[in-house]
């Protein structure tokens, strides 16, 4: 099969899209499928990125990645969106290319750099299905980065749901990962959903590491944690994954035995950094982590902590998981699909900061409850593998290739 996939972005930029992209590109090539990625441009972000050139050109076999012109996303100084004239170069080289399926993630995202639903125009006049697939509630983080009055935010998500349900129905099937996702986009009128497990964990490589207890010393120059629980979080250091709630919650509770690790970077980390360090001085920032160092990272920890609510899926939650740790997060999104709350971890009231500290302090002060819960978490995702993952996706596609071809 020959697949042209646009997508809002791809590594060296680590977050749930980017990380999918590159198991989901790796078993293609795997499966000798022949794909064309077309992503932002990270060349601008050299100083932040200096291995941009890693994800550029043929990454794998039969794998070819084209970085496409691009500006600054919403001011942020670590991301990239596409720049309106460099849709040419995707037409340029679709032509060339001749795939049988157009695949688009975070059609919303792109939109705002294209100015028009990406791949449609192409697939349409070529007579190829054109899918897409939703990833991120951008509706939703609208209150997080726009600082106007709450009333005004409200009638421009009212507005961004109607323009993101035409956006969506305009392709030929909308892919989800989570059954409540699909629930609250269905009941916004997008009505060519067809939900599956199109996400995956490599859990080989997390059964494959074990724990150390100098890791901490020989990986990060982390001292004297060994006798802590360690509690780690993973992900970006931006407002919409909710850090001023984590911030103000965790002056509630005594750290005194606890090291708390934060992996990732954003706009917020001089903020974060400066609370955390009122908070306790066993408080380590790592930065950024590449995702072959996201294992080892997880399994020497005891406890992954997110607050975010506008997760579809939560992709650190699954890999959480995999690595054998229980997990704390709110009951809002993607999280009510992944958890087994009480087994594999626990799931707070959204925004309660006591029911929050509470449950934390279960999982703090018992470590044979921590033990147990590890288990069932390594269980849970027993059936999240890539392979699985990808072949559900290659089964949609060649669907609707078929489907194509018979109208």
């Keep these: 099969m020959k697949i042209a996939i646009i997508s809002s972005g791809f590594l060296p930029v680590v977050d749930g899209v980017t990380v999918t992209q590159l198991y989901r590109l790796q078993k293609l090539s795997e499966y000798n499928h022949q794909v ?19 994800y550029t050109g043929e990454i794998y076999s039969n794998v070819k990645v084209i970085n496409l012109p691009s500006t600054s996303f919403v001011g942020l ?40 639903v990406s791949g449609i125009d192409y697939s349409k006049r070529v007579g190829i299905p054109c899918v897409s ?59 060519n959903i067809i939900y599956g497990q199109f996400l995956g964990i490599d859990t080989r490589r997390f059964a494959s590491v074990v724990r150390d207890k100098k890791f901490w010393q ?38 005194s035995n606890l090291a708390l690790i934060i992996a990732g970077d954003g706009e917020m980390r001089e903020e974060i950094t400066s609370k955390f360090k009122q908070i306790t001085s066993n408080a380590y920032l790592l930065g950024r982590i590449s995702p072959d160092h996201v294992p080892e990272l997880l399994v020497n920890s005891d406890l992954h902590v997110t607050t975010s609510e506008k997760e579809t899926t ?10 054998g740790i229980p997990v704390i997060a709110p009951r809002a999104g993607g ?66 290739i078929e489907k194509k071809s018979n109208q």
């Design 133 to 191: 697939f939703f990833h991120t509630n951008f509706v939703e983080y609208m209150d997080d980065y726009l600082p106007i009055p709450s009333i005004l935010i409200k009638g421009l998500q009212l507005v961004m749901k109607r323009h993101r349900k035409g956006i969506y129905n305009a392709y030929d099937a909308t892919l989800v990962s989570s059954r409540i996702t699909a629930d609250d986009l269905a009941k916004t009128g997008v009505n």
């Design 314 to 323: 939560g992709l650190t939650v699954l890999e959480s998981f995999a690595a």
């Design 77 to 116: 100084d670590f991301e990239q969106n596409v720049s309106q004239s460099s849709y040419q170069i995707i037409l340029q080289e679709l032509e060339k290319f001749q795939p049988d399926i157009i695949h688009v993630d975070e059609p919303e995202r792109l939109w705002l750099g294209f100015f028009k």
């Design 335 to 400: 999280f009510i699909n992944s958890f087994k709350d009480g087994e594999n971890g626990f799931l707070y009231n959204s925004s309660d900061a006591d029911d929050f500290i509470e449950k934390l302090k279960l999982l703090i002060d018992n470590s044979d409850l921590r033990h147990t819960m590890g288990i069932k978490s390594k269980e849970s995702i027993i059936n999240y593998s890539w392979e699985q993952a990808v072949k559900n996706l290659l089964k949609v596609w060649q669907q609707e």
């Design 36 to 54: 064309l990625l077309f992503c932002p441009d990270y060349q601008p972000l050299a100083q932040v990125y200096p291995n941009w050139q890693d």
């Design 218 to 255: 020989n990986k990060y120059n982390i001292s004297d944690i060994e006798n802590k629980v360690k509690l780690i979080f993973l992900g970006r250091l931006s407002p919409d994954k909710n850090w001023r709630f984590t911030l103000n919650a965790l002056t509630k509770l005594d750290c």
